[in-house]
């Protein structure tokens, strides 16, 4: 019983510093939020589940309809005449109550106009179905960037501070070295005027890092100030073969499976069977018709009398003419369907262009990542180097503080190109159509 009492305080204390200092989250972490509360991907859920309703809509065109009716009146009638010629006006009124029910049934038998509205509402149905995998798809590649955002934000952050403590330094040390008459007054206001602009850039950075916490946050669904760690990049960074696939080939899977192509092809059919839905108006419709009916007392020369009507037959329509209406109007879809080719064209070209650029940042991603870790090792061992140099007299702290801020600066630089590294392989796989949540959780073990 006591060891249970400490748990709940100790989890209780747990929960109260979660709640005043925010919480560590992790690329999985932010994903699971992401499902659950992005405005826009909830959007897109009942966009889908409305769209989807489509099919059973087109669907009805073809099946027969039911419908009934139940009138109850009573009803005051009047009568004035004469019962003879030349005789007195008689005036009759009469009070009655009537009834009048049916039940009528239509069926088409040939209605191309229903046909058309049959395989528009399956096409419209397969649109909301593609629209809602390319917000399921774009999901992981916005949660990605936001969250890479943040953490270049802070790099930044840490390269602008470095970069102001080593210029504070300088400042203080040509001040001081001014006092001696070993620095210039030049010297002294360069060094203040650099102090100063740095000042500048470390606020600049802060109010990035708010705006970006803000940008994640709205896709999380979570207060800004909750989010104060994130899981950072691990050191041991290992680049994806690029060259796994040609890019012809990633070429040929973004024609057959991107999200975007496919919506578009979808839209060609859908306006495609708009034009044959109008243009139907052309046409006879024959359905198959039936009704039973019964009235009571339903005319003022059948009160008191009960009718009962059966009938089964065909009915056919054909409009004539409407002032142009049907033509007019058969014109515009067919100007939409053609549009709609235009717009898919315009479309496979987007989708080539981005494609070629994921491919070519993934390719040349490797190198700069190989390189700038090069680079940084260098900077490492400078820094080692300028340390040791001061010990010996050699430098001074200025110079080991100008080697640690150009080797933040490289830090930075080097984790910019992981990021865009992963974010250009993600987003490659997005556009060939190959993209899954498999893809991403691959991305979350580069975060620890």
Same mark, same amino acid.
């Given at each position: 019983?006591?060891?249970?009492?400490?748990?709940?305080?100790?989890?209780?204390?747990?929960?109260?510093?979660?709640?005043?200092?925010?919480?560590?989250?992790?690329?999985?972490?932010?994903?699971?939020?992401?499902?659950?509360?992005?405005?826009?991907?909830?959007?897109?859920?009942?966009?889908?589940?409305?769209?989807?309703?489509?099919?059973?809509?087109?669907?009805?065109?073809?099946?027969?309809?039911?419908?009934?009716?139940?009138?109850?009146?009573?009803?005051?009638?009047?009568?004035?005449?004469?019962?003879?010629?030349?005789?007195?006006?008689?005036?009759?009124?009469?009070?009655?109550?009537?009834?009048?029910?049916?039940?009528?049934?239509?069926?088409?038998?040939?209605?191309?106009?229903?046909?058309?509205?049959?395989?528009?509402?399956?096409?419209?149905?397969?649109?909301?179905?593609?629209?809602?995998?390319?917000?399921?798809?774009?999901?992981?590649?916005?949660?990605?960037?936001?969250?890479?955002?943040?953490?270049?934000?802070?790099?930044?952050?840490?390269?602008?501070?470095?970069?102001?403590?080593?210029?504070?330094?300088?400042?203080?040390?040509?001040?001081?070295?001014?006092?001696?008459?070993?620095?210039?007054?030049?010297?002294?206001?360069?060094?203040?005027?650099?102090?100063?602009?740095?000042?500048?850039?470390?606020?600049?950075?802060?109010?990035?890092?708010?705006?970006?916490?803000?940008?994640?946050?709205?896709?999380?669904?979570?207060?800004?100030?909750?989010?104060?760690?994130?899981?950072?990049?691990?050191?041991?960074?290992?680049?994806?073969?690029?060259?796994?696939?040609?890019?012809?080939?990633?070429?040929?899977?973004?024609?057959? !499976?991107?999200?975007? =192509?496919? #919506?578009? /092809? $979808?839209?060609?059919?859908?306006? &495609?069977?708009?034009?044959?839905?109008?243009?139907?108006?052309?046409?006879?419709?024959?359905?198959?018709?039936?009704?039973?009916?019964?009235?009571?007392?339903?005319?003022?020369?059948?009160?008191?009398?009960?009718?009962?009507?059966?009938?089964?037959?065909?009915?056919?329509?054909?409009?004539?003419?409407?002032?142009?209406?049907?033509?007019?109007?058969?014109?515009?879809?067919?100007?939409?369907?053609?549009?709609?080719?235009?717009?898919?064209?315009?479309?496979?070209?987007?989708?080539?262009?981005?494609?070629?650029?994921?491919?070519?940042?993934?390719?040349?991603?490797?190198?700069?990542?190989?390189?700038?870790?090069?680079?940084?090792?260098?900077?490492?061992?400078?820094?080692?180097?300028?340390?040791?140099?001061?010990?010996?007299?050699?430098?001074? !702290?200025?110079?080991? =503080?100008? #080697?640690? /801020? $150009?080797?933040?600066?490289?830090? &930075?630089?080097?984790?910019?190109?992981?990021?865009?590294?992963?974010?250009?392989?993600?987003?490659?796989?997005?556009?060939?159509?190959?993209?899954?949540?498999?893809?991403?959780?691959?991305?979350?073990?580069?975060?620890?």
């Amino acid at each position: 019983m006591v060891k249970k009492c400490v748990f709940y305080r100790i989890a209780f204390v747990f929960l109260c510093l979660i709640a005043k200092h925010g919480f560590a989250l992790n690329l999985n972490e932010a994903y699971d939020l992401a499902l659950r509360n992005d405005p826009t991907y909830l959007s897109a859920i009942k966009d889908y589940q409305a769209g989807l309703q489509n099919e059973q809509i087109g669907e009805s065109a073809l099946l027969p309809k039911l419908s009934a009716s139940y009138t109850k009146n009573t009803n005051q009638t009047t009568q004035i005449g004469q019962q003879v010629a030349g005789g007195p006006t008689v005036t009759t009124n009469s009070k009655y109550p009537s009834d009048y029910a049916y039940l009528q049934f239509t069926q088409p038998i040939f209605s191309l106009e229903a046909l058309a509205r049959w395989r528009q509402g399956k096409a419209q149905a397969v649109l909301s179905e593609t629209k809602f995998m390319y917000q399921t798809e774009d999901l992981l590649i916005r949660v990605l960037q936001a969250y890479v955002e943040l953490l270049y934000g802070i790099d930044q952050l840490d390269y602008q501070t470095a970069e102001r403590d080593a210029f504070q330094e300088q400042f203080r040390a040509n001040t001081k070295l001014r006092k001696f008459g070993e620095a210039t007054r030049t010297d002294v206001l360069e060094s203040q005027s650099a102090l100063g602009v740095s000042e500048v850039k470390v606020l600049e950075a802060r109010d990035a890092i708010q705006t970006s916490k803000m940008k994640l946050a709205g896709i999380l669904g979570i207060p800004a100030k909750d989010i104060n760690q994130l899981a950072k990049l691990s050191p041991q960074f290992k680049v994806v073969n690029p060259y796994e696939k040609t890019f012809e080939e990633w070429q040929q899977l973004a024609i057959d !499976n991107n999200t975007e =192509l496919k #919506a578009a /092809k $979808n839209t060609i059919e859908i306006t &495609k069977q708009d034009y044959k839905r109008i243009d139907a108006g052309r046409y006879p419709v024959l359905n198959l018709v039936g009704m039973t009916s019964t009235q009571d007392s339903n005319t003022v020369t059948s009160i008191n009398q009960t009718y009962n009507q059966n009938y089964i037959g065909v009915q056919l329509s054909l409009n004539l003419y409407s002032g142009g209406e049907v033509s007019a109007r058969a014109r515009q879809a067919s100007a939409m369907h053609e549009k709609s080719l235009a717009d898919y064209d315009s479309i496979k070209a987007k989708v080539m262009t981005e494609l070629q650029k994921q491919y070519d940042a993934l390719s040349s991603g490797q190198q700069k990542v190989a390189a700038l870790t090069n680079a940084t090792q260098s900077g490492e061992l400078l820094v080692k180097a300028m340390a040791q140099s001061v010990r010996n007299g050699e430098r001074t !702290n200025v110079d080991v =503080l100008l #080697a640690q /801020k $150009n080797l933040f600066n490289t830090r &930075k630089d080097l984790a910019q190109a992981k990021y865009n590294y992963l974010l250009a392989y993600l987003k490659l796989r997005q556009q060939g159509g190959m993209i899954d949540l498999i893809d991403f959780q691959k991305i979350a073990t580069y975060f620890k």
